[in-house]
């Protein structure tokens, strides 16, 4: 079975500051990967995926996630923050053939403005 | 598109009745996911579907819990009888089969059982 680690449950930023936030998975197989993203109140949304060929996708609102093989990671990354991120952030990997995501706990970004 | 729709949005019960929430997946979606987020176990996936037919309920917590999809645009979550520890926000989500795990997410019912 496949498992999602995130790395930090919360991170705290002030407006322009870079973001990345970890995500590892472990299986042995070929993954499709996701972040999703949940606004207050709110339902989850999907930020970006990656299913194939370039390792470095770009989703909405300019968010951005390396997929690193070698290293079973797929990273988020935002090179300037804003106070609208505010938000819970889930990595989700999805085994090839089969129909589930498994999430990651979350992490909460708080971005001060 | 409507999206996902789920209802109630809320729905606040005592501890013992029934609860029924329900779920309409986007048109053309063949499978169909019920999940349950708490701030202590985070999203977990209690039971899915394709093409209307349970394929994995595994994540359900117990017998008090039962899903239903008598047709493609249907759902229900049924909790007989609700516990407080039940108090959780529930999301369905669906996809096509053909969409590589990609799911969208209704808006959710958060339910609180007193």
């Known amino acids: 079975a496949q498992s999602v680690s995130q790395h930090n449950h919360h991170v705290i930023l002030s407006e322009a500051a870079s973001l990345e936030l970890g995500c590892n998975y472990s299986y042995g197989g070929t993954v499709n990967l996701f972040w999703y993203v949940q606004y207050p109140g709110q339902h989850l949304q999907l930020l970006l995926k990656?299913?194939?060929?370039?390792?470095l996708v770009k989703g909405i609102k300019g968010f951005e996630a390396e997929f690193i093989k070698s290293k079973f990671s797929f990273n988020l990354r935002k090179p300037s923050v804003q106070w609208s991120d505010t938000a819970e952030y889930f990595c989700?990997?999805?085994?090839?053939?089969?129909?589930?995501?498994?999430f990651g706990k979350g992490t909460m970004l708080l971005v001060s403005p | 598109d409507a999206g996902v729709i789920q209802s109630p949005r809320h729905e606040v019960t005592e501890m013992g009745q029934e609860v029924t929430l329900r779920c309409k997946p986007i048109s053309g979606h063949n499978s169909l996911f019920w999940y349950r987020q708490t701030m202590m176990r985070g999203l977990e996936l209690l039971i899915y579907?394709?093409?209307?037919?349970?394929?994995?309920d595994s994540g359900m917590p117990e017998d008090r819990f039962s899903a239903k999809m008598p047709n493609a645009s249907f759902s229900t979550l049924k909790i007989q009888p609700s516990e407080p520890r039940d108090s959780a926000v529930y999301f369905c989500?669906?996809?096509?089969?053909?969409?590589?795990?990609?799911?969208?997410f209704g808006p959710g019912t958060r339910l609180t059982v007193t």
């Open positions: 989500a669906s996809s096509r089969r053909t969409q590589r795990g990609e799911q969208y």
């Open positions: 989700a990997v999805n085994a090839r053939g089969y129909s589930t995501l498994t």
């Open positions: 990656y299913f194939s060929g370039d390792p």
């Open positions: 579907f394709n093409n209307n037919v349970p394929i994995d």
